[in-house]
Antibody, heavy 120, light 107 residues
Framework: EVQLLESGGGLVQPGGSLTLSCATS????????MAWVRQAPGKGLEWVSG????????YYADSVKGRFTVSRDSSNKRLYLQMNSLRAEDTALYFC?????????????WGQGTLVTVSS | DIQMTQSPSTLSASVRDRVTITCRASQSISSWLAWYQQKPGKAPNLLIY???RLESGVPSRFSGSGSGTEFTLTISSLQPDDLATYYCQQYNNYPHTFGQGTKLEIK
């Protein structure tokens, strides 16, 4: 059974940093592109970042480019999102998601999310 | 970035109604479009990928169509369990942008 479990969320002051983690199981992590998607309270989904299976290619939304860094560790089957220079508008529930297949970039499995609150 | 626009933003329909949600892309995305269902307090659930392919385990009352810039999600006979917000997402180009969502209410 595929499982994704995010952690690392919490309350952080504006300008602060936080690292999110996504523990995975039930699939061959090293062969799948992964993504982070967020949802501000009461708002819609926003794609944040993606990383290729090898980790050599990374992609970001303009809203987080230069502040967030996505990475992965295949040895412990974890996905990470390093978030720096956090702003109030980064407050959201952050989901990690698995790509369906090499040719289909839709996300077929999602975690339950970890909440990040940026506030003084 | 490719902009995705859904309509309507809110939809109220009765059980057994046929429901259609539209998603428009700001430029052609071929058939690289997915539809998700999100119930309150839950993670999104993949319904349709490649514009018209039904994800395994999804009821057959859900269907998708379209290509290029115009896409539709259809629920052939609305059920009470379909109360949710529906999102389209393009994955033709990074960033893989979502539509703003369509909240479906049951009358």
């Amino acid at each position: 059974e595929v499982q994704l479990l995010e952690s690392g969320g919490g309350l952080v002051q504006p300008g602060g940093s936080l690292t999110l983690s996504c523990a995975t199981s039930g699939f061959t992590f090293s062969t799948y592109t992964m993504a982070w998607v967020r949802q501000a309270p009461g708002k819609g989904l926003e794609w944040v970042s993606g990383i290729s299976a090898s980790g050599s290619n990374t992609y970001y939304a303009d809203s987080v480019k230069g502040r967030f860094t996505v990475s992965r560790d295949s040895s412990n089957k974890r996905l990470y999102l390093q978030m720096n220079s956090l702003r109030a508008e980064d407050t959201a529930l952050y989901f990690c998601a698995k790509r369906k297949s090499l040719s289909i970039a839709a996300s077929d499995y999602w975690g339950q999310g970890t909440l990040v609150t940026v506030s003084s | 970035d490719i902009q995705m626009t859904q309509s309507p933003s809110t939809l109220s329909a009765s059980v057994r109604d046929r429901v259609t949600i539209t998603c428009r892309a700001s430029q052609s995305i071929s058939s690289w479009l997915a539809w998700y269902q999100q119930k309150p307090g839950k993670a999104p659930n993949l319904l349709i990928y490649e514009a018209s392919r039904l994800e395994s385990g999804v009821p057959s009352r859900f269907s998708g169509s379209g290509s290029g810039t115009e896409f539709t999600l259809t629920i052939s006979s609305l059920q009470p369990d379909d109360l949710a917000t529906y999102y389209c997402q393009q994955y033709n180009n990074y960033p893989h942008t979502f539509g703003q969502g369509t909240k479906l209410e049951i009358k």
